[in-house]
């Protein structure tokens, strides 16, 4: 699930993955002193979710919303014990053509007949998730985090680059960087908002390779969505530059999740076919918190 952002560029990747946390007692975590090591704490924080997102298996229905460079789509969207399935509502919000909805339709019934199909974009998605938390995980390495206020029970830090940190790959070096600010849910022990800004050009392979520039910025909302469950629900990029290695980075990108609904443990993604075959989406009484705002999977 921390894939998503990953997959429309190497910077975004871990701050717009979904972050599952259960929220605990707030008169027990508001008792709670914070450490005196803003980066310390953002450490055990970051722990904290990793840990929890892998015990969590469940599925969820939702609406996607995505605008990039070249157009802009709308997509019902169906987790299930064999990946995740989607059908194409709208393309620049516009109803498909009988040409598009048949090649969705094609596209759809492949991933739902073909194992092999199923297992490259299964086996895609693990990856992406699996670079992911690395790049997670570097966070309270890579950056140098200060408290900068406490409103609500959020936890307001800033960050900056950490000098001495040396990235291990080329993924990592934009960290170099990055400055920004995160919030964290300070009952829930979890992440809910981060904004960064590049402050200097970042270049790959001496700039021959890849260069993002100097003022690109990134937004990243997260909320709860259902008992116990964190999703992305905003995602806003804008970056300018090139990327010749990372031929899928967009650097303009808005992202929306929406309309959030728990599907059953075992569902499959045959039955989540014929689901989306029927329509419907999601009720208004199961709609989320969430809901009315628009994100992506």
Same mark, same amino acid.
């Given at each position: 699930?921390?894939?998503?952002?990953?997959?429309?560029?190497?910077?975004?990747?871990?701050?717009?993955?979904?972050?599952?946390?259960?929220?605990?007692?707030?008169?027990?975590?508001?008792?709670?002193?914070?450490?005196?090591?803003?980066?310390?704490?953002?450490?055990?924080?970051?722990?904290?979710?990793?840990?929890?997102?892998?015990?969590?298996?469940?599925?969820?229905?939702?609406?996607?919303?995505?605008?990039?460079?070249?157009?802009?789509?709308?997509?019902?969207?169906?987790?299930?014990?064999?990946?995740?399935?989607?059908?194409?509502?709208?393309?620049?919000?516009?109803?498909?053509?009988?040409?598009?909805?048949?090649?969705?339709?094609?596209?759809?019934?492949?991933?739902?007949?073909?194992?092999?199909?199923?297992?490259?974009?299964?086996?895609?998605?693990?990856?992406?998730?699996?670079?992911?938390?690395?790049?997670?995980?570097?966070?309270?390495? !890579?950056? /140098? =985090? *200060?408290?900068?206020? $406490?409103?609500?029970?959020? #936890?307001?830090?800033? +960050?900056?680059?950490? %000098?001495?940190?040396?990235?291990?790959?080329?993924?990592?070096?934009?960290?170099?960087?990055?400055?920004?600010?995160?919030?964290?849910?300070?009952?829930?022990?979890?992440?809910?908002?981060?904004?960064?800004?590049?402050?200097?050009?970042?270049?790959?392979?001496?700039?021959?390779?890849?260069?993002?520039?100097?003022?690109?910025?990134?937004?990243?909302?997260?909320?709860?969505?259902?008992?116990?469950?964190?999703?992305?629900?905003?995602?806003?990029?804008?970056?300018?530059?090139? !990327?010749? /290695? =990372? *031929?899928?980075?967009? $650097?303009?990108?808005?992202? #929306?999740?929406?309309? +959030?609904?728990?599907? %059953?443990?075992?569902?499959?993604?045959?039955?989540?076919?014929?689901?989306?075959?029927?329509?419907?989406?999601?009720?208004?009484?199961?709609?989320?918190?969430?809901?009315?705002?628009?994100?992506?999977?």
């Amino acid at each position: 699930m921390f894939s998503r952002i990953f997959q429309h560029g190497l910077l975004f990747v871990c701050l717009a993955m979904p972050l599952f946390a259960q929220p605990q007692p707030a008169t027990v975590q508001a008792q709670a002193t914070l450490p005196s090591d803003a980066t310390q704490y953002v450490r055990e924080v970051i722990e904290h979710e990793i840990a929890v997102e892998n015990n969590d298996h469940t599925h969820w229905r939702y609406h996607l919303h995505r605008e990039d460079e070249k157009n802009n789509l709308d997509r019902d969207v169906i987790q299930t014990r064999d990946g995740q399935l989607s059908r194409t509502l709208l393309i620049n919000g516009q109803p498909l053509t009988a040409d598009l909805r048949q090649k969705d339709e094609e596209r759809m019934r492949k991933f739902v007949s073909d194992p092999e199909e199923r297992a490259r974009k299964n086996k895609r998605e693990r990856d992406d998730s699996a670079k992911a938390i690395q790049m997670l995980k570097a966070i309270p390495e !890579a950056f /140098i =985090f *200060k408290y900068d206020g $406490v409103e609500d029970d959020v #936890v307001r830090l800033t +960050f900056s680059p950490n %000098p001495r940190y040396n990235a291990p790959n080329r993924e990592l070096e934009v960290f170099h960087a990055m400055m920004g600010k995160m919030w964290i849910d300070r009952n829930a022990r979890h992440m809910t908002k981060i904004d960064g800004t590049l402050f200097e050009d970042v270049t790959f392979g001496w700039g021959l390779l890849g260069r993002l520039h100097k003022g690109g910025t990134f937004n990243v909302v997260q909320k709860l969505v259902g008992p116990n469950h964190w999703e992305v629900v905003s995602t806003d990029v804008n970056m300018t530059g090139h !990327a010749v /290695i =990372f *031929k899928s980075i967009n $650097v303009k990108q808005h992202e #929306v999740l929406s309309n +959030f609904q728990r599907m %059953p443990d075992d569902l499959s993604v045959s039955q989540a076919y014929e689901m989306l075959q029927k329509g419907g989406s999601v009720s208004a009484n199961n709609q989320s918190p969430a809901n009315g705002s628009a994100g992506v999977k």
